[in-house]
């Protein structure tokens, strides 16, 4: 029974042993959960005539670090997480404009602006002070960021439930002042892009309909136009996230609305007044209007000079009291003030007002502020109407990532199309001055809500960045459909057309691709773990060792293996010895 | 360093088996042989249970616990134990005592089972970037598995091998080797009906490896006793 003691002693022995193992374990790592996979944009990268702008890389594979690390520690193998409420721009700037070495930055969008998810959009969990804070603030980063040339990937995600948790993790770690590094833990934000490459002969989709108007018997002069223009892509930050609800979603929503109530004018013959309409919708918009310019050029000479004057619509969605009407002709010009005060007229009766602003326009200058100024150019009257007061900036106020579906004002959209409505119809049928209202509401003709409610919906989800919008694309097929309205009925001689011009956009601008990739997100264990691991596993087997050959040789024999074999001359002594006594 | 990871828990895993053949008297009489027939033994009667569990078994579409399917798996777990009782007695092995016998079945046994059912897992999951602890924790289970295994060879060895056992033991023998042949469904029990995680189950399984461990060396050493 003794030689049962030691065996029960080791057995009790190696269970502690194991228990003190898993202690160990678990008082190094937290327990973790599985991978998680989120959906991130990356920022734009393009090059204007070469100089290169946004972000340059794709690929990450760094330790996430937040806000809160060791002033003075090395980021250069850290990705930040940043999200957008907690943002502080100053910070931002400074990392950006000194260059100094960051592994990447990850932005956290709230999912206020997540127009691909319809509870958490549509929630009202924000006062308007916040949502409009929060839209200055991004507004602010879209711009420091487009015009910065960014040598290390930046995406934009958007804050969900996984996402918090990792970046609480993260910042309780920071906190604590353990920094970020591959020997502590932590974790790892892996992207697998392709490397960005440049789109190669961008397309950029222009698409006209056309109204005819009614031509007297034995008149062969040809009727004067009117054109109502709209350019329909954007340009953000996000490529991938960039739906420009304002700029220019209101006036392409505006543009299909004219479009429908005045071929519903036109179906009648008796009501088919003596203009022709061009309805244009154009591509290229932020790239100096490269768009309309092309499509203005595929007219001829007289086309062009048919054309009264156009009207171009931009970012006519979130105004409250003034609209403007910007020109580059100047306002002592008979026609113009001929233009301005049929609309102000208009405008007064509705109940606003609406100012004129005039720019002078540079031929050598080859930005173009706004999309009149192309009709300009080739000495066709045009306007632009917008909300802006001032022009904007190159790549400016292009559908961002801050114009969101949340801050445009429905009614103001209807307010401008019956503005623009109401205009155009007075000159037409020569009402100048006299107060005819023609779309007026609860009649056939009344601007139509749930129509623009509809359109503006589609708009607010479909990023529409020029070069990344394919010939086929369904929205621009749907575009050429919604213009082809089919409310009313056909007659056998009143021909629309809608047509639909390919062209490439000017080699000023390259765009690249990779816009959006999936990100994820690895909880690591640190070396160090591993290292303890194995140093308690080799102990564990040790351990293990020596109780199997206690128990079942004997301790001699475990002690036997360590000492050396005692030397010939001993034993062969030793055995003479015992040789010696028989 | 996740190679290093996957060799952590590859030494958890099968290092106990080396270190119990080179640590007992198994290395010193060279009973390499019977082990490796001991493994090819449970390779064929793994693959007689999967043809039997296809054949019988309904794939399930809830995770819920059915007992007439579980109680199914378990009469097919019991052709482990005619494995068992295959190696230990109709194998001819060379002359070594029964001591050493079962010990050297057992171990092949053992480890024949973690290689089929743990390499293949560890070898892609435990590379990949993320940590989780459960290939340490299929190590552990391995570990319990190799106890188990040996208890339940010393036990067939008993019932199959010695003729004489005191009349007032032989039940308890038997009840042992019914629990331990029945370990598997009791652990599939605790982890669906009643929603234990992996580290307790493996916890559970380490405790009673041991207990049975120690059970079936105070019964084999009460067997001993009258022939010794």
Redesign the interface.
């Known amino acids: 029974m003794s030689s049962k003691n030691p065996?029960e002693r080791q057995?009790l022995e190696s269970?502690y042993s194991?228990i003190a193992l898993v202690f160990i374990?678990v008082t190094c790592?937290d327990?973790?959960d599985?991978?998680t996979v989120v959906d991130v944009y990356r920022l734009i990268q393009y090059d204007i005539s070469g100089v290169p702008f946004g972000s340059r890389f794709a690929t990450l594979n760094h330790h996430a670090g937040s806000l809160h690390f060791a002033p003075g520690a090395d980021l250069s193998r850290t990705v930040l997480v940043i999200p957008v409420r907690e943002l502080n721009i100053t910070f931002v700037k400074e990392y950006i404009s000194q260059r100094k070495p960051l592994g990447g930055l990850l932005f956290l969008l709230p999912q206020m602006f997540n127009f691909g998810n319809r509870e958490a959009a549509t929630e009202g969990k924000y006062q308007i002070h916040e949502k409009e804070l929060m839209k200055t603030v991004l507004a602010e980063l879209e711009r420091l960021l487009i015009h910065a040339n960014i040598p290390y990937p930046v995406y934009f995600a958007f804050e969900d439930d996984d996402i918090d948790a990792v970046l609480a993790d993260v910042k309780r770690s920071d906190v604590s002042g353990q920094p970020a590094t591959a020997t502590t833990?932590g974790y790892?934000l892996?992207v697998s892009a392709p490397e960005p490459k440049k789109i190669v002969s961008p397309s950029i989709t222009n698409i006209q309909g056309w109204l005819p108007g009614l031509k007297a018997d034995g008149d062969p002069n040809q009727l004067p136009t009117i054109a109502i223009v709209a350019s329909y892509d954007t340009f953000g930050t996000a490529p991938a996230l960039s739906v420009g609800s304002d700029s220019n979603g209101s006036g392409v929503v505006a543009l299909l609305e004219l479009a429908r109530l005045f071929s519903l004018l036109y179906s009648n013959p008796k009501t088919r007044g003596r203009y022709n309409l061009l309805f244009g919708l154009t591509s290229g918009g932020p790239y100096n209007y490269n768009g309309t310019h092309k499509w203005l050029q595929s007219f001829d000479q007289r086309q062009r000079e048919s054309i009264d004057y156009a009207i171009c619509l931009n970012s006519i969605g979130s105004w409250d009291n003034e609209l403007w009407i910007h020109v580059s002709k100047p306002p002592e010009n008979a026609f113009i003030k001929q233009i301005f005060e049929g609309f102000s007229t208009v405008a007064e009766e509705l109940g606003f007002e609406v100012g004129l602003k005039h720019k002078k326009i540079n031929i050598s200058n080859p930005r173009v502020a706004w999309e009149h100024e192309q009709f300009s150019k080739l000495r066709v009257t045009a306007a632009t109407l917008s909300e802006l007061s001032a022009a904007p900036e190159l790549l400016e106020s292009t559908g961002g990532l801050s114009d969101s579906r949340h801050f445009i004002n429905e009614t103001a959209i209807v307010r401008s199309i019956k503005l623009v409505a109401e205009s155009i119809a007075r000159h037409i049928y020569g009402h100048q001055g006299k107060n005819i209202q023609i779309f007026v509401d609860n009649t056939s003709l009344a601007v139509n809500s749930p129509y623009i409610r509809s359109w503006l919906d589609l708009l607010s989800k479909t990023p529409r960045v020029a070069p990344f919008l394919s010939k086929n694309d369904p929205f621009v097929t749907a575009l050429k459909k919604a213009l082809l309205t089919a409310d009313y009925c056909e007659l056998e001689d009143h021909t629309r057309e809608v047509n639909v011009h390919y062209e490439v956009l000017d080699g000023m601008f390259t765009l690249y691709d990779s816009t959006k990739a999936k990100l994820n997100i690895?909880?690591?264990?640190s070396?160090t773990f591993?290292l303890l691991?194995?140093l308690v596993?080799g102990s564990?087997?040790i351990i293990?060792?020596?109780?199997?050959?206690i128990t079942?040789?004997g301790l001699d024999d475990l002690i036997s293996l360590f000492r050396r074999p005692p030397s010939r001359k001993n034993v062969i002594s030793a055995m003479e010895e015992f040789a010696g006594y028989y | 360093m996740t190679l290093f990871h996957f060799f952590n828990c590859a030494i958890l895993t099968f290092g106990p088996h080396a270190v119990y053949y080179s640590a007992t008297p198994l290395s010193e009489y060279d009973t390499l042989g019977t082990s490796v027939k001991a493994a090819l033994v449970y390779l064929g009667t793994a693959l007689v249970k999967l043809v039997c569990l296809a054949t019988f078994l309904k794939v399930s579409e809830n995770d819920s616990f059915d007992p007439y399917q579980e109680l199914l798996h378990a009469l097919i777990g019991f052709i482990d134990v005619a494995g068992l009782y295959f190696a230990l007695t109709q194998l001819t092995h060379r002359n070594i005592s029964q001591n050493h016998k079962f010990q050297a079945v057992g171990l092949g046994w053992a480890f024949a089972d973690s290689v089929l059912h743990r390499l293949a897992p560890l070898w892609v999951g435990s590379r990949g970037l993320e940590f989780t602890w459960d290939y340490i924790l299929q190590g552990l289970e391995a570990n319990a598995n190799l106890v188990f295994s040996i208890s339940l060879a010393a036990l067939g060895s008993l019932m199959w091998l010695r003729k004489n056992k005191p009349k007032t033991l032989i039940p308890i023998i038997y009840a042992c080797a019914g629990i331990v042949a029945t370990m598997p469904s009791i652990t599939s029990y605790l982890r669906r009906e009643l929603g234990w995680h992996f580290p307790k189950v493996v916890g559970f399984e380490l405790f009673t490896s041991l207990m049975m461990a120690f059970i079936s060396l105070q019964l084999f050493s009460a067997c001993q006793r009258p022939s010794s």
Not at chain 1, 522 to 525: E, K, L, N
Not at chain 1, 544 to 549: A, G
């Open positions: 065996r057995m269970i194991m374990l790592v327990l973790c599985a991978a833990g790892k892996v690895y909880q690591v264990a070396v591993d691991l194995l596993l564990y087997l293990l060792f020596t109780f199997l050959v079942t040789r």
